[in-house]
């Protein structure tokens, strides 16, 4: 007879989980997924594989908790976007900012592991553009009627930021047009910035580089 299976012993402690995921998350994003064994994890956790093993089943449930633990991050623009204490153009400035901050870093080779490698979990992503686009037609529809906002349908509106997103969240497109995530970013919403508001908005490649808080040609 063979020998029995090891019935490991598992630990759920989510925020334990997140915190291991959060100093794994930079080095992700920035070189993308195929470089780290768990060997290696285990030593960038400076745990043991055992001990990293009771906590997670596999790479794969690392990856997919760390992309969570971002998307989870941008979406807190929300919170921005529908704060009725602050008008509506510090919150769409704000919620500019909370978005380039989240996602400034992330490189075309992360995006590019994470669809190639990993499609199940690529799924998340695609997911989360269906939202983003759900909470912009939202805070577009209220600007309307609030008159701050020209008079335009909000599902175009939302269908060209949607259109966008796609675009930006595919890593081919970013490689085929020599563009960085944060200046396709940061490029598209000056434009968008120029036809949404009823009102001009003054300096308003100064204002989304204040709000930005970056000059782009560093990021290149």
Known sequence: MGRKPVVKER???PSQKEEWVRV??????????????????????NI?????YKHFSSREEIIEMALVVKLNDIGSFKEMLF???????????NSIHLFFAEISGIST???LDLKNLYPEIWKRVEFFREYAATMLKAFYS????????????????????????????????????????????R???TLRTQGLFKQSVPDLTKKIDNFIGVVMDSKD
């Open 11 to 13: 630990i759920d402690n």
């Open 24 to 45: 794994l998350l930079p080095i992700y994003i920035k070189n993308g997924l195929k470089k780290l064994s768990m060997n290696q994890v285990a030593t960038q956790l």
């Open 48 to 52: 043991s594989k055992a001990t990293l």
């Open 83 to 93: 704060d009725e204490t602050q008008p509506y153009i510090d919150r769409y400035f």
């Open 109 to 111: 080779e992360f995006l």
């Open 142 to 185: 209220r600007g309307i009627d609030g008159g701050v906002f020209n008079d335009i349908d909000p599902a175009i509106l939302v269908l060209n930021d949607k259109m966008f997103f796609d675009a930006i969240s595919e890593p081919e497109f970013l490689m085929q047009n020599g563009l960085s995530l944060q200046k396709a970013f």
């Open 187 to 189: 490029d598209y919403f």
